[in-house]
């Protein structure tokens, strides 16, 4: 089974449409993250979280509320869906701080707003 | 606001050919990586560089930081179809160490 799971795979929805997507993980990690990748402007990110009650803004936060249930999950919510949120959405963990420290990369829940 | 600008965007190659990737900036980083995203994963760590000048390899694939710390290579000797990806490369982000900034990634693809 894989260690970073992200549910759904892939999502339509339509302009205004409140959406959560979720992310769960085995490998123990206490830090979380959201990013999203838009084609050629890389991974930016969204969240993260370095443990239950530690929670951060990212670079694009606006628009995008998270919540931290138990350290092996991690749910971004949209509250009201818009067209310029269609994206790829990916979860990261990883063990440390450092910014050396692998990010472990869950699968990717593709986003269509409409 | 720190940039990771990554060269060329997209690359195509025949199997067999030799290429090279370039990840730079005008900021100087701390440590480099370099990560490989397959279609429909999330991106995979391949390297982390942390010393200027520092020189690793991975099979085919050999990376490089450059001696000033704002710029990183990857080299691929002999690509094969199995190297085909997105290469990110990621840098900690100005301030805030606990973050990471990537690159916009090049798209390479290897040809039969």
Known sequence: ?114 | TQLLEQSPQFLSIQEGENLTVYCNSSSVFSSLQWYRQEPGEGPVLLVTVVTGGEVKKLKRLTFQFGDARKDSSLHITAAQPGDTGLYLCAGPTSGSARQLTFGSGTQLTVLP
């Open chain 1, 1 to 114: 089974d894989a260690d970073v799971t992200q549910t759904p795979r892939n999502r339509i929805t339509k302009t205004g449409k409140r959406i959560m997507l979720e992310c769960s993980q085995t490998k123990g990690h206490d830090r979380m993250y959201w990013y999203r990748q838009d084609p050629g402007l890389g991974l930016r990110l969204i969240y993260y979280s370095f443990d239950v009650k530690d929670i951060n803004k990212g670079e694009i936060s606006d628009g995008y509320s998270v919540s931290r249930q138990a350290q092996a999950k991690f749910s971004l919510s949209l509250e009201s869906a818009i067209p310029n949120q269609t994206a790829l959405y990916f979860c990261a963990t990883s063990f440390g701080v450092s910014s050396t420290d692998t990010q472990y990369f869950g699968p990717g829940t593709r986003l269509t707003v409409l």
